[in-house]
């Protein structure tokens, strides 16, 4: 799962822009903001990370890497992220034996379901939404399989499809309190929808007030509230926390 990770503090002059979160990404520059990573709705695949991704995030975790805020160069000059290749060879090395039992269990909707978590989990996410598609194809009212389909889209630099999935999911689980928070993160972060993102997360806390991540979300909407009225392309000098 997906954790929230946060960008270092800067007094520089930062530009909104519309750029989207790509794969492996760590820092996106949306007004010097954190940035908000999105959380996986279901419970029913591996709570540990893929080996592909662990290797990602060791390497987001390493001093100077992208994760924690250096430069790129000298960090890959140390030890190179895994290729989209590479994440994907391992992928399909862990998803082997799920599509050894799929042989003999091919309208299993959570044995499908859990392959897609695994290529989820090592942000192979067009694969990861080919297995999500097929899951709800079997169960179409599956909220949580499809909030796990919305954020790989969203991921995937696909937004518009992803919020609209949210949109369904919601509307099938209207307390589905990852679906919430997920989609306010894609409202602000891929729309620059922030009186939309705020919505979703006032509503979030609203409905689960004991939601987990409760404190996340409070900072997410202080920061997207201080910049409610700048337009895509203004510049501003507001720090980033």
């Known amino acids: 799962m997906a954790e929230t990770n946060e960008s270092n503090s800067t007094q520089t002059t930062q530009?909104?822009?519309?750029?989207?979160?790509?794969?492996?990404?760590?820092?996106?520059?949306?007004v010097g903001c954190a940035v908000g990573y999105l959380l996986r709705g279901s419970v029913g695949g591996s709570s540990a990370p893929a080996p592909a991704?662990?290797?990602?995030?060791?390497?987001?975790a390493m001093p100077g890497g992208m994760g924690g805020g250096g430069g790129m160069g000298g960090a890959m000059g140390q030890q190179q992220?895994?290729?989209?290749?590479?994440?994907?060879?391992?992928?399909?090395?862990?998803?082997?034996?799920?599509?050894?039992q799929l042989k003999s269990k091919?309208?299993?909707?959570?044995?499908?379901?859990?392959i897609g978590?695994?290529?989820y989990d090592a942000h192979v996410f067009p694969t990861a939404?080919?297995?999500y598609n097929k899951t709800l194809a079997i169960d179409p009212k599956n909220a949580a399989v499809r909030t796990d389909m919305a954020t790989a889209m969203f991921y995937n630099n696909d937004p518009?499809?992803?919020?609209?999935?949210?949109?369904?999911?919601?509307?099938?689980?209207?307390?589905?309190?990852n679906a919430l928070f997920n989609r306010g993160i894609v409202k602000w972060q891929a729309k620059m929808d922030v009186n939309g993102a705020v919505a979703d997360w006032e509503l979030?806390?609203?409905?689960?007030?004991?939601?987990?991540?409760a404190d996340q979300v409070r900072m997410y909407m202080a920061q997207a509230k201080k910049h409610a009225n700048i337009k895509p392309g203004q510049k501003t000098d507001k720090p980033a926390m």
Not at 15 to 30: E, G, K, N, R
Not at 53 to 60: F, K, M, N
């Open 117 to 119: 978590n695994v290529y």
């Open 53 to 60: 991704a662990a290797a990602v995030e060791q390497q987001q």
């Open 160 to 177: 518009d499809h992803s919020i609209a999935e949210f949109d369904r999911a919601l509307k099938d689980d209207p307390k589905n309190g």
């Open 204 to 213: 979030l806390l609203k409905q689960n007030p004991n939601y987990e991540q």
């Open 106 to 114: 091919s309208n299993d909707p959570a044995l499908i379901a859990q």
């Open 81 to 100: 992220m895994p290729s989209p290749e590479q994440l994907k060879a391992m992928a399909d090395k862990q998803a082997a034996p799920l599509m050894e």
């Open 15 to 30: 530009v909104w822009t519309s750029t989207q979160a790509y794969i492996m990404a760590t820092l996106c520059l949306l």
């Open 129 to 131: 939404i080919e297995y």
